[in-house]
């Protein structure tokens, strides 16, 4: 073969290398690729309220909260046992999920969960160090906890519910986890939502919302608060439907009348 006739050659089989190794690229194997279905339910009301701003994973010292037996009693008046599946949404370093483990014991199951990844990784770390084979821990969404349906005899919101910026959604998206019979137990202080609380009268309306039913309230000095125990009755709503609770701010101080 002629010298230029060989280089031609050459630069045709590099050529064509080039191509394969690009159609390879191309075509290379790997995960396959999964469509998320898409999610058409929305729009949701927006709350007409102030939300909390998230402060703090803690909400006081282990030590001084188990002084005034506040675990047991929440838990003794959510009806928590042995066996049971439980959800502590929004649990930051895990006051409740280590107590609720030692509830529901080795036959039951608890799944902990906060929307804040370093503080979900700070409890998984404490859940393995204690070696609580019954717990699971992961990172929820702000407007969804992104619950198995149709899993937990009780979830537990433990002065975490006047953070929720979408309290609709949330409520409308959690409502199926719950097994027949399950219950929502919420914990939470006497205050407005700005100020770290969430007035009874509110949580009653925006839980009614939704479709679920107040079974039991009960005052919680321990707990700083109160303590409601909710149930869904009836279908969920579709969220085109569900009515918002208007916020009625209270009146300004009467002005003293004139006197002469």
């Not at 050529?15 to 394969?20: P, T």
């Not at 339910?41 to 709350?47: D, I, K, M, N, R």
């Not at 803690?58 to 506040?70: G, H, P, V, Y």
């Not at 407005?192 to 839980?207: A, I, N, V, W, Y």
Request: neutral net charge; proline residues 9%; contains cysteine.
């Amino acid at each position: 073969m002629r010298p230029i006739a060989a280089l031609r050659a050459k630069r045709a089989m590099l050529l064509a290398g080039f191509v394969g190794l690009a159609l390879l690229g191309a075509c290379e194997p790997g995960p396959p690729r999964v469509k998320k279905p898409i999610d058409t339910a929305g729009p949701f009301p927006a709350a007409d309220r102030p939300v909390a701003h998230i402060v703090s994973s803690r909400w006081s010292t282990e030590e001084a909260r188990d002084r005034l037996n506040e675990a047991s009693e929440v838990m003794d008046k959510s009806g928590i046992k042995p066996g049971m599946t439980v959800a502590d949404i929004g649990a930051g370093e895990g006051y409740y999920t280590i107590r609720l483990a030692q509830r529901v014991g080795k036959d039951g199951r608890v799944l902990a969960e906060d929307i804040v990844a370093a503080v979900r990784d700070g409890l998984a770390e404490r859940v393995a160090r204690e070696r609580l084979d019954n717990v699971s821990v992961r990172l929820g969404d702000a407007d969804n906890p992104k619950l198995p349906d149709n899993s937990f005899d009780r979830i537990l919101m433990v002065h975490m519910y006047h953070e929720i910026e979408e309290p609709y959604e949330f409520l409308w998206r959690m409502r199926p986890s719950l097994r027949p019979g399950g219950e929502v137990v919420v914990v939470d202080a006497k205050r407005r939502t700005q100020d770290h609380g969430t007035p009874p009268s509110l949580l009653k309306c925006e839980f009614a919302a939704i479709g679920y039913t107040l079974v039991e309230m009960h005052d919680m000095p321990s707990a700083g608060g109160y303590l409601a125990v909710f149930r869904a009755q009836g279908l969920r709503p579709e969220p085109e439907a569900i009515k918002p609770c208007v916020t009625v701010s209270s009146p300004p101080p009467a002005t003293p009348a004139a006197t002469n």
